[in-house]
């Protein structure tokens, strides 16, 4: 079984901070990917990176993959009350069908 | 359409009754899936269908029973549940391109709230 590692569990910031969220693992993935689940709704695709020491940018959200492709973090910059939610990582590995989900970070900001 | 329809959104069912959660996609997609989700916890992968068969099985009880009618229909039947089987179910699906290229990307649907009571 992959296991993905999500530090920290559980964040509660102010609006305008800054935060990173860690997604680690012993496995090695073809491919990982972020994202964020609200409540009573399902999983929504904030990215996906696939090459090592790839970074990719949304807007105020920065998104890193390890160079070894097993671990991958998640940068957020001012920090807003519609940033709140479950944020999931989630990897491909050999099976590609099989999306295996880290074990996710709750972030809530307030004002 | 670039959706993924669960239905019920929500479910109250004793331990005796038989139940069915449904999910359809009009996205072309060949692959579906059913994940589990408990409270405060990550999904976790139930059962994996690919071009309309079951391609993989998580070692799920048999009183899960999914179906695949065609390939915008995906079903799990529920026949004697247990309370710990109350949980948000989701749904999801991706296209053959994606499931093919090593980074595959899942649309998911809102899921079906499941309470046994």
């Known amino acids: 079984t992959q296991l993905l590692e999500q530090s920290p569990q559980f964040l509660s910031i102010q609006e305008g901070e800054n935060l990173t969220v860690y997604c680690n693992s012993s496995?090695?993935?073809?491919?990982l990917q972020w994202y964020r689940q609200e409540p009573g709704e399902g999983p929504v695709l904030l990215v996906t990176?696939?090459?090592?020491?790839e970074v990719k940018k949304l807007k105020r959200l920065t998104f890193q993959f390890g160079d070894a492709r097993k671990d991958s973090s998640l940068h957020i910059t001012a920090a807003q009350p519609g940033d709140t939610g479950l944020y999931l990582c989630a990897g491909n590995t050999g099976t590609a069908s099989k999306l295996t989900f880290g074990t996710g970070t709750r972030l809530q900001v307030t004002l | 359409d670039t959706e993924v329809t669960q239905t019920p959104k929500h479910l109250v069912m004793g331990m005796t009754n038989k139940k069915s959660l449904k999910c359809e996609q009009h996205m072309g997609h060949r692959a579906m899936y059913w994940y589990k989700q408990k409270a405060k916890k990550p999904p976790e992968l139930m059962f994996v269908?690919?071009?309309?068969?079951?391609?993989i099985n998580e070692s799920v009880p048999s009183r899960f029973s999914p179906e695949c009618p065609n390939s915008s229909l995906l079903n799990l039947h529920l026949h004697a549940l247990q309370p710990e089987d109350s949980a948000l179910y989701l749904c999801a699906s991706s296209s053959s391109r994606s499931l093919n290229s090593g980074a595959n990307v899942l649309t998911f649907g809102a899921g079906s709230r499941l309470t046994v009571l």
């Open positions: 496995s090695v993935f073809s491919s």
């Open positions: 269908y690919s071009y309309e068969k079951l391609s």
């Open positions: 990176v696939v090459t090592g020491g």
